[in-house]
Structures are given as C-alpha cells and as structure tokens.
C-alpha cells in the first residue's frame, strides 16, 4: 500500500509577529502598581512606628514595633522587583514567523527555529465554565524540534489560534512528504501511541486493519477510530493531544483508508 499526493498545497505565507494580549500585560502593569503602592505604604508606616517607638518609649522597644513593617516592606518590595521583571520580559516577548523559520524573542534574547528542525506539534484547547456557561479557555501548542529542544505557546500570546494555523501551515507540507516516501519505502509511520503500518493501525497491542477500519472521528478533544463491525477489530479512542501531527495522523488515515 502506498499513497502519492500530499494534500497541503498553499503557496507559502508572508512575514507574522504575535506578540504577547493586552490583557495579559494589564495584569502584569496592575501587579506591579499595587506591589509599588504597598512598599510605599508599609515603608510609610514603618517610618511612623520607628519614630513614636524612638520618642515615647527609647530604642529598647524599636525592633518590636516596626518588625511587621519591615517584613512587609521587605514583601512588597520584593514583589515589586518581581513583578517589573516579568513586565519587562512580557512587553518584550513576541513570534515572528517568516518563510525561513520561527523567531522567538524573549527581552533582548533571539532564538531562531528553521521549520525543517520541527518534527512534532502537539495542540490543546480547553474552555473553564460551568453549567454550560463558558467564561475562559486555554489554548496551547507544543512544538518539538529533531534535537528534542521543546517549545510551548499559549494563549497569552495574541491570536493564538491564528499563530497554531501558521505554524502548521509551514511546518506540515514537509512532513507529509516525509511521511509519505517513509510509508512508500515500508517504515511504520509512529503519532504517539498510534502506528500506521502496511496492515493497520496499531494502539499498543491492538491492531485495526485497514479494510475493517470504519469512521474516524475527532471531537471534543478525543480521536476515536471505530471499525466497520464490532466484530472486525477494537474500537480506538485517544486524547488528542496525546497524539503529535494529529491532523496529519487524520488525513493519512483518511487516505489509507479502503472506505474513503
């Protein structure tokens, strides 16, 4: 069994900067005001204690009465450097994503991914809610380079999605050409704990051979393959994000497939 014509035909993108939401660097901005506006607070208060100790009561006492302050003081400071910190390293955090490769920039640090070092990428997206009501999500991706260096995104970044799409859409039409002269050539091709061979799928012990594999469904974070009869082979349902080049794994099996 072989398969010949890779479906990802895009002509290639223009040059892309995700930096980091505007919400995310307001929370940095609020923290880092409040941690400002308790040391000068509790600095404020320390110097009051020191003195009605030094006037009403002599040195003997001093300690006790400005020991909370200083401790405090000592806190929000403390907080303060924190919080400046990461606000400088978060307005200068961004992805540049160009023909040539992906550029991560952290402060004044860059770091430069060609695309053909990517091997596997990994996607994740999760909504907090409760009774049917959604107020948040949590979308990451997780990418992997031939030497095992990992890198991940989220969604503090602006355009999440958008920036998952990009990277894909450079990243995946090299890998399926790989995945294809592999497959030609006889080599199992490995998506996690899923394996593609000649015969079938294989998921740990289990085997589904291709003609017996029937709907393949990816929804609400699980791939599930199902096969034709209960009685042709095991039913196949995964975490998808346990599955790196899951779309590639999809559209593969799709195309390997004798009812597709």
């Known amino acids: 069994m072989t398969f010949s014509s890779p479906p990802f035909t895009d002509p290639p993108m223009k040059f892309h900067v995700h930096r980091i939401r505007g919400p995310v660097l307001l929370r940095a901005f609020i923290f880092f005001i409040v941690s400002v506006i308790g040391m000068v607070l509790s600095t404020a208060i320390l110097i009051w204690r020191w003195q009605e100790a030094i006037n009403y009561y002599g040195p003997a006492v001093v300690w006790r009465w400005i020991s909370v302050p200083v401790w405090v003081s000592l806190f929000f400071l403390m907080m303060a450097i924190s919080s400046s910190i990461i606000l400088r390293r978060v307005r200068q955090n961004e992805?540049?994503?160009?023909?040539?490769?992906?550029?991560?920039?952290?402060?004044?640090?860059?770091?430069?991914?060609?695309?053909?070092?990517?091997?596997?990428?990994?996607?994740?997206?999760?909504?907090?809610?409760?009774l049917g009501v959604s107020w948040g999500e949590k979308t990451e991706i997780h990418i992997v380079t031939k030497d095992g260096t990992k890198y991940k995104f989220n969604h503090s970044f602006e355009r999440i999605v958008e920036l998952i799409e990009q990277i894909?859409?450079?990243?995946?039409?090299?890998?399926?050409?790989?995945?294809?002269?592999?497959?030609?050539?006889?080599?199992?091709?490995?998506?996690?704990?899923?394996?593609?061979?000649?015969?079938?799928?294989?998921?740990?012990?289990?085997?589904?051979?291709?003609?017996?594999?029937?709907?393949?469904?990816?929804?609400?974070?699980?791939?599930?393959?199902?096969?034709?009869?209960?009685?042709?082979?095991?039913?196949?349902?995964?975490?998808?994000?346990?599955?790196?080049?899951?779309?590639l794994c999809i559209q593969l099996i799709s195309h390997l497939s004798p009812q597709s």
Not at 96 to 122: C, F, H, P, Y
Request: no cysteine.
């Open 95 to 130: 992805v540049q994503l160009s023909n040539m490769g992906l550029t991560i920039q952290r402060g004044k640090r860059l770091e430069t991914i060609a695309w053909d070092k990517v091997m596997t990428i990994r996607t994740s997206s999760e909504r907090y809610g409760i």
């Open 168 to 247: 894909k859409h450079f990243v995946y039409p090299r890998l399926l050409e790989e995945y294809r002269l592999a497959f030609n050539r006889g080599e199992p091709l490995t998506f996690g704990p899923l394996v593609l061979t000649s015969d079938g799928i294989l998921n740990g012990r289990r085997a589904l051979r291709w003609k017996d594999l029937g709907k393949v469904n990816l929804e609400r974070g699980s791939l599930e393959l199902q096969p034709l009869e209960k009685s042709k082979g095991p039913k196949f349902s995964l975490p998808a994000h346990k599955v790196p080049n899951i779309d």
